[in-house]
Structures are given as C-alpha cells and as structure tokens.
C-alpha cells in the first residue's frame, strides 16, 4: 500500500483511528475526514509522528458536497485517489414501539445515505484508479437482535449495496469490499441515540468479547489489500454470522434467550 492514496471516514476515533496508524505506517498517503476537527488533527499528528503521511478534511457525511470536499482535498494534494473506507457511522438503540420515525431516519441519514453519499463522491477517482471501495458494516447486518432494528436496518441495506456495488463494478477493475466487524474497542457503545459521545456511559459488552482496534485494523488492511469480497473481523462474530447463514433456528433460540427489553429499554436521549 505504500504511496497509495486512501481516504477514510469517521477516523477521528475507534477502527477509523486504527485504520489511519495501520495505514500510515505502511507508507499510504491518508486523507482522514470526520466531523470533530480537534480530535482528528490529533490523529494526523499521529500518524505524522510515526513518519505516516496524512492530511485532515473535515467533514460530515450527512451534509452534500462534504464528501467531495474529501476527495478535492486528495486529488490536489496527490493527484489521485485509490482506496475509500467509509466508516463513519452511529447506532441507534431501542425497541421499536419506543423508537420514532424520525429515530429510523436519522439512523440511516448517517450510516447509510451517509455512505452512499461517500461512495457517489469518490467513484469518479476510483474507476480512474481501478481501486478499493470498502464499506464498513457490521455482524448486525446479519444478526438483528431485540432492541437494535435502527442500526440492524441499516446495516443489512450497507450489505445490501456492497453486494450490489460489487456486481456492477467488478468489470471495471473496482474491488468491493464489506466489512462485518463485531465487539471492536471504540467510542460506538458510548454514544447517544444522536450520535453524541457520552464520556460517563457504562460499557454494555463484557471485555473479554471486545477485540483491541489494532487488530481490527490490522485485519481490514489485509482484506481489502487482497480485495476480498467480505471480512467478519472478530472470532464471536464469525460463530455469529455462520450461525445466521447455516442454523437460523438455532439463532432464533439465541436471541429469544435475550433479556426482556420491554422491562429494559437502552433507548438513550440527549
């Protein structure tokens, strides 16, 4: 990847983060966008600090025009572009008779018309570039649990275009990419149904299934280097997604097993 021009979304924190140290020391070129500027020049510094290359664009997916303000920055710093990881996102929490429409679209404003929009911006550069596009969804975009349908939804619709995408753009020399990460160490699960970081919020997930960003990002790098068609990254959510495509009604079992979440509602408002 040395020399190759990558552009990633959501980098201020979490896989972004990772993402950018893993790639800075492999020699690529890194446009880091996200919409909190301290924290992502902070990530630059980073990156610079351990002799990487990168550059900070900030930018908010939900906004038209902030993504190809990203990928002007790039061509005119580099040239070109080669790879797009569109990572930002957020997840919205709740049963669904609690859950407003308005919950359900703000959900996917972000995670979803969010990457699309990532994707119309950068398209132009990666057909030119016979690139990587790798879009991050998640373990949830197979397995919808009690209390996740906002995010579930819009994660099997990420699945859903990458497959797509995939099929129209492989003749044209675009590889494809869907990432599927499960428990991944980040700032995600401390986020309001808003999208907002709350310092003080209680970690849902026990440790032991959390899986250090590091070796999230160390593995993304590999599969999209080798321009796989889909990565599960952790080894809980691997069991998980062959549970979901080969024993469903095991999984139902599972998940019936749930906690009551009519009782226990994780609906979180600012």
Partial sequence: MADEVILI???????????????GQRGAHLVLT???RDRLDGVVAEVQSAGGTAIAVECDVTRDGDPEKAVAAAVSKWGRLDVV?????????????????EDYRRQFETNVFG??????AVLPEILKSRGRIALIGSVAGYVASAGTSAYAMSKFAVRGLAQALRCELCGRGVAVTHIAPGFV??????????GQLRPNAAENVPAWLIVPAQTAARA???????????????????VLV?????????????????????????????
């Fill in 242 to 270: 062959l549970i979901a495509r080969h024993f469903p009604r095991l999984l139902d079992l599972m998940l019936l097993r749930q906690p009551a979440w009519r009782e226990r509602d994780l609906t979180q408002r600012a």
């Fill in 115 to 120: 990457l699309m929009r990532t994707v119309k």
């Fill in 185 to 194: 160490e980040s700032e995600f699960r401390l986020k309001d149904a808003h």
């Fill in 220 to 238: 993304i790098v590999r599969a999209v280097m080798r321009r796989q068609r889909e990565a599960v990254i952790t080894g809980h959510g691997k």
């Fill in 9 to 23: 979304t959501g980098a201020s924190s979490g896989i972004g983060a990772a993402l950018a140290a893993e790639w």
């Fill in 85 to 101: 990881v569109a990572n930002a996102g957020f997840g919205v929490s709740g049963v669904f008779e609690s859950l407003t429409i």
């Fill in 34 to 36: 996200a919409r909190r």
